[in-house]
């Protein structure tokens, strides 16, 4: 669980930074007047901030990330972690989870919100819809549910 600070943790807010002429981007949250770098463009990330809310209930915002793949080309799918406040300036990234072509779905789960992620598989055979469910708690993913899978697609 996150401590709590003198600030509003409620009033964090995540932003992508990206360098003057670079690929890459960076990740920070402001809190306050004051700005936090979570993650930097030396890290080589094309990143997106999907969604800001508090996931795990704690009473702090934090955030779901989509670490987009190939920054933009159509290789592989998309993974997403999260990002939670520790208190005292310090910010906590999860994990990476995922595989998707297609923005996740944010969704309440037994009191709690959620991430729906669909993958698709192949690899040599009929490709299959594999959804699988994920929420944060104590600073990490953890897979809750599989949605649905199906056969191959017709």
Request: glycine share 12%; aromatic share 10%; hydrophobic share 30%.
């Amino acid at each position: 669980m996150a401590q709590s600070s003198s600030l509003d943790d409620s009033a964090i807010e995540y932003r992508i930074v990206r360098q003057q002429d670079g690929l890459f981007e960076g990740l920070v949250a402001t809190l306050g007047e004051q700005t936090y770098s979570i993650a930097s463009p030396e890290e080589e990330m094309c990143l997106n901030v999907v969604d800001q809310r508090d996931f795990d209930g704690d009473g702090t915002i934090d955030a779901l990330i989509e670490n987009v793949t190939a920054c933009g080309g159509n290789c592989c799918g998309n993974s997403y972690f999260f990002v939670t406040h520790e208190g005292e300036g310090r910010f906590q990234r999860s994990g990476e989870f995922g595989y998707s072509w297609t923005t996740p779905e944010v969704e309440l789960w037994q009191g709690q919100w959620s991430i729906a992620v669909t993958s698709e598989t192949g690899g040599g055979r009929a490709p299959s819809m594999i959804s699988q469910r994920f929420i944060l708690d104590d600073g990490q993913y953890m897979k809750v549910d599989p949605i649905n899978e199906s056969g191959s697609k017709r």
